[in-house]
């Protein structure tokens, strides 16, 4: 079974700085999925980031990037110009790629959570 | 907003009570995955239906059922309530984005059993 690690319980950053989030998983598949959710204090899980195990480059969106180590099962997530309203949960999720069709079993595994606190 | 809708959004009831949740999923989405998020379990998954059929069980009790209706709805229900079944569930859809298939979360229902 996939596991997935998130060693920070929390972390903060002043405002405009930069902060790395960590996640580790372990896996015996070569091919999967990545995801970083951030739940703000309303509770909503909504979809930061997203990675695919076969592609090299690591995804951007905005001021959020991943570092993804496929070797070392490594997959931090980097917030850059932190805002106040970065402030949240985030969340570190495994997905199996499973069969390439529809419908199959893409169930999510989170982490812990890292609680990221953002300092004016 | 996602465009999952999840009733009710809080839900108060006493041990021993039955209650059933309420998801909606996203214009075209076809499956539907329910997840559990407690303090001392955190984000788990419990149960997964695409178009009405029941396709993967996670961590759910017997306690528990879910499931999808013609209309795609799905509606999950827990019985024989126990303190420890309050928590935040959240029901997700399912697209396919460019082959990847990515799950937009709804708001949740906050269960408390008293």
């Known amino acids: 079974a996939q596991t997935v690690t998130q060693s920070q319980p929390e972390m903060s950053v002043q405002e405009a700085e930069t902060v790395t989030l960590s996640c580790t998983y372990d896996t015996s598949e070569s091919d999967y999925y990545l995801f970083w959710y951030k739940q703000p204090p309303s509770r909503q899980m909504i979809l930061v980031i997203r990675?695919?195990?076969?592609?090299?480059q690591n995804a951007t969106e905005n001021r959020f990037s991943v570092n993804f180590q496929k070797a070392a099962k490594s997959f931090s997530l980097k917030i850059s110009d932190s805002q106040l309203g970065d402030a949240a949960m985030y969340f570190c999720a495994y997905r199996s790629a499973g069969l390439r069709g529809g419908g199959s079993n893409y169930k999510l595994t989170f982490g812990k959570g890292t609680l990221l606190t953002v300092n004016p | 907003d996602s465009g999952v809708t999840q009733t009710p959004k809080h839900l108060i009831t006493a041990t021993g009570q039955r209650v059933t949740l309420r998801c909606s999923p996203r214009s075209g989405d076809l499956s539907v995955y329910w997840y559990q998020q407690s303090l001392d379990q955190g984000l788990q998954f419990l149960i997964q239906?695409?178009?009405?059929?029941?396709?993967a069980k996670g961590n759910i009790l017997e306690r528990f059922s879910a499931q999808q209706f013609p209309d795609l709805h799905s509606e999950l229900n827990l019985s024989s309530l126990e303190l420890g079944d309050s928590a935040l569930y959240f029901c997700a859809s399912s697209d396919r984005t460019g082959g990847v298939e990515t799950q937009y979360f709804g708001p949740g229902t906050r269960l408390l059993v008293l």
């Open positions: 990675q695919e195990a076969y592609k090299q």
């Open positions: 239906y695409y178009n009405g059929e029941e396709r």
